[in-house]
């Protein structure tokens, strides 16, 4: 019998819920608000509320059970820093919680106002404010196609950047990981960000200026540490990418692994390596260079590298179904959450988990019998930094899709996995968790002391 429990989610939004703003505070933060900004920069539509109070949760069953159907009060979207500053002072003020929002596509529910309140939709704060040599410094609302393409006209690119390539910087650093570029750059927490200005509540004459190793408890943090104004993030120099289709016959996936596995030791690194069983192909919209009942490896590698992985492809029996640098987005979108989100549109009785560890690479038949009817898809990444050697740090890690049944099977298959050495992330949460949260739980308690950033997310 399972001895790990689910959260207990409905109770914490019970609980987030008692921070809800009265009518008469709200009332008067409404008026203030009014006055302070333009009225175009200040919603209550239903409509806009609506659109506000929602992420990418839907993807997971348990928490679409379980997230309440609180809407924002108000929807703030302040045009840069000055004006994220007013809000927060005046949210304070009268005590409405306040919730930053990017481009709403995390998907624990991180971005969902819990306790009502305002939620500061940082999509027009989007200037991208200098590129330098290795950096870039940009506005939270900034999307990942603004500062590739800002890096990129300095002969540049980002160093790392999540698959949902229309999120915005502060969104990814406040609720993201890693993606494309992880395989040579690693996360998040990696040296990926240099510099942040964070707005705290209240908020002080100026943002707070945190570099290096002090932006650590801002990343991953769901914003309850402070609201992310700027961020100065990691480039690296622009490569010639391409991407590449290979497939492998089926049952056994050992060759498309190995191959993989070869993959990643490219230099240069491929942006990204994905790799999938015959059953989750089946799932993806059809396409010849996705050959039924065959495993599908696939990669975005500089042009440089074409040749040597064809030979590797060859050489591990398997074939090359397209190469094509106009691919390289639709590639991407074949990777990370972006399989739970296909997989579902075909299979919507599908659940997901996140995976990692030397068993999925190892003893992938074991890892799929710990979940019933599961599929097992693979992400090149960088789990681990070796500075003396960076190849040795590169590795898989991935999704597991199973059909669902309830929350007591869910994490049930959780420990099951655990005790084959198989680390798991869980993406039916939306609270805090993980080595950094006695950072994160440090630094809320001084830049928010009264609790009013994104309540109900620090446990
Ligand atoms: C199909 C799909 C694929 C995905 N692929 C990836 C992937 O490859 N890699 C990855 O890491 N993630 C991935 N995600 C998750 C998501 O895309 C990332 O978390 C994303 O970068 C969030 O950006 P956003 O602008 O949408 O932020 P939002 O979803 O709006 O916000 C995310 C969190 O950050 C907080 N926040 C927003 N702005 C700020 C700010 N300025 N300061 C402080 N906190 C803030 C919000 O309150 C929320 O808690 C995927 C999600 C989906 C649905």
């Not at 820093?81 to 002072?89: A, P, S, Y």
Request: proline share 9%; glycine share 10%.
């Amino acid at each position: 019998m399972s001895t790990l429990e689910p959260p207990p989610l409905a109770h914490v939004a019970q609980r987030a819920s008692r921070r809800a703003p009265s009518p008469a505070a709200l009332a008067a933060f409404l008026d203030a608000l009014t006055a302070a900004l333009p009225a175009d920069r200040v919603t209550t539509l239903d409509s806009a509320r609506l659109a506000a109070s929602r992420d990418g949760a839907y993807l997971s069953p348990l928490l679409s059970a379980v997230l309440p159907d609180r809407l924002a009060d108000v929807v703030v979207r302040p045009a840069g820093t000055d004006q994220l500053q007013t809000v927060v002072r005046l949210a304070h003020a009268h005590a409405v919680p306040v919730v930053p929002r990017g481009r709403g596509t995390g998907n624990y529910g991180q971005a969902v106002p819990l306790a009502g309140g305002v939620v500061v939709d940082l999509s027009d704060a989007d200037r991208i404010l200098e590129v330098g040599n290795g950096w870039i410094h940009a506005q939270a609302g900034a999307t990942f196609v603004a500062l590739e393409a800002a890096a990129r006209r300095t002969g540049q690119e980002i160093a790392m950047m999540p698959t949902t390539v229309g999120s915005t910087i502060g969104g990814f650093l406040g609720g993201g990981a890693g993606g494309l570029g992880s395989i040579e750059h690693g996360w998040l927490w990696d040296g990926f960000v240099q510099a942040l200005e964070v707005v705290a509540c209240p908020p002080q004459d100026e943002p707070r200026r945190a570099y290096g190793a002090q932006c650590l408890p801002y990343l991953h943090a769901y914003g309850v540490t402070g609201i992310i104004a700027t961020a100065t993030v990691k480039l690296a120099p622009a490569r010639d990418w391409t991407a590449l289709l290979a497939s492998f016959p089926g049952p056994a996936g050992a060759d498309a692994t190995q191959a993989g596995l070869a993959l990643l030791r490219l230099d240069p690194p491929p942006r990204m390596v994905s790799l999938d069983e015959p059953a989750l192909v089946a799932t993806y919209p059809a396409d010849p260079a996705l050959p039924a009942g065959r495993h599908s490896l696939r990669a975005v590698v500089d042009v440089s590298a074409v040749d040597a992985v064809t030979k590797t492809v060859a050489a591990h029996g398997g074939r090359i179904d397209k190469v094509d640098a106009a691919a390289v987005g639709y590639v991407s979108t074949l990777s990370f959450n972006h399989v739970t989100l296909r997989a579902k549109k075909a299979r919507p009785e599908l659940c997901h988990l996140q995976v990692g560890g030397a068993p999925l690479v190892t003893d992938p038949d074991a890892v799929r019998a710990a979940l019933p009817g599961s599929m097992l898809h693979l992400d090149g990444m960088r789990p681990y930094l070796d500075p003396a050697d960076p190849v040795r740090g590169r590795g898989f890690g991935g999704l597991l899709l199973a059909p669902f049944h309830d929350a007591a099977s869910l994490y049930a298959w959780i420990e099951r996995l655990q005790a084959l050495g198989v680390h798991v992330v869980d993406p039916h949460t939306w609270l805090l968790d993980g080595p950094a949260l006695p950072g994160i739980r440090a630094a809320a308690a001084a830049n928010d002391p009264d609790g009013l950033l994104n309540p109900g997310k620090l446990p």
